[in-house]
């Protein structure tokens, strides 16, 4: 399985809802990563965890709230978005960095699109 | 810390025509090269890595992209290109962390 499955594919809620991003990969990576991509830019870090821990927080909005309850699962909850916080939000997974040449490589899903209204 | 251009923000090309899309990076250490596609609503595909050995590194689609370290580029290109290939192209570097740095992207548009 050399795949990253993300659900929903697209999701719409309003500034008071509260909702979840999942994404799950059984590539054995220990590294996960969230990113935002607004239309027409490159994808804008926003998350790493490593080994289920935190490892960056690219200065992210508390509304934006991850998760990774183990090795294989990733999740983003969301709560009073604003409208300018709708976007393409992309999930990835690699092996560690430390463990190798390459290690790094990134694995992308096919991402979740969210409006916000 | 690693930064990258895309010297070309929207490259039209015929169909069997060839394509040449432009990337340079900079950086103060060792790095990692790829070239990620993304085809219209859909995620990030990686195309093509430079780890170390030969500098030069092709795809099973046809495309091929060469690491300059004396000109710090990673250029792409294609012989020939397909309609299917319409698509939005990144160039990206790291190091050895957890940091990819995207170009601005160059949007691929193939016409008959």
């Known amino acids: 399985d050399t795949e990253v499955t993300q659900t929903p594919k697209h999701l719409v809620m309003g500034m008071t809802n509260k909702k979840s991003l999942k994404c799950e990969q059984h590539m054995g990576h220990r590294a996960m990563y969230w990113y935002k991509q607004k239309a027409k830019k490159p994808p804008e870090l926003m998350f790493v965890?490593?080994?289920?821990?935190?490892?960056i927080n690219e200065s992210v909005p508390s509304r934006f709230s991850p998760e990774c309850p183990n090795s294989s699962l990733l999740n983003l909850h969301l709560h009073a978005l604003q409208p300018e916080d709708s976007a393409l939000y992309l999930c990835a997974s690699s092996q560690d960095p430390g463990t190798g040449v390459g290690a790094n490589v990134l694995t992308f899903g096919a991402g979740s699109r969210l409006t916000v209204l | 810390a690693q930064s990258v251009t895309q010297l070309d923000s929207q490259v039209p090309v015929f169909e069997e025509a060839p394509v040449e899309l432009r990337c340079n990076y900079s950086s103060s250490v060792s790095v990692y090269l790829f070239w990620y596609v993304q085809y219209p609503n859909q995620g990030l595909q990686l195309l093509l890595k430079?780890?170390?050995?030969?500098?030069l590194v092709k795809s099973i689609n046809g495309f091929e992209a060469e690491f300059n370290k004396s000109q710090t580029s990673f250029h792409l290109r294609k012989p020939s290109v397909h309609i299917s290939d319409t698509a939005e192209y990144f160039c990206?570097?790291?190091?050895?962390?957890?940091?990819?740095?995207f170009g601005a992207g160059t949007t691929v548009t193939v016409r008959a």
């Open positions: 965890y490593s080994y289920e821990k935190l490892s």
């Open positions: 990206a570097v790291t190091g050895n962390d957890y940091k990819l740095s």
């Open positions: 430079y780890l170390s050995g030969s500098t």
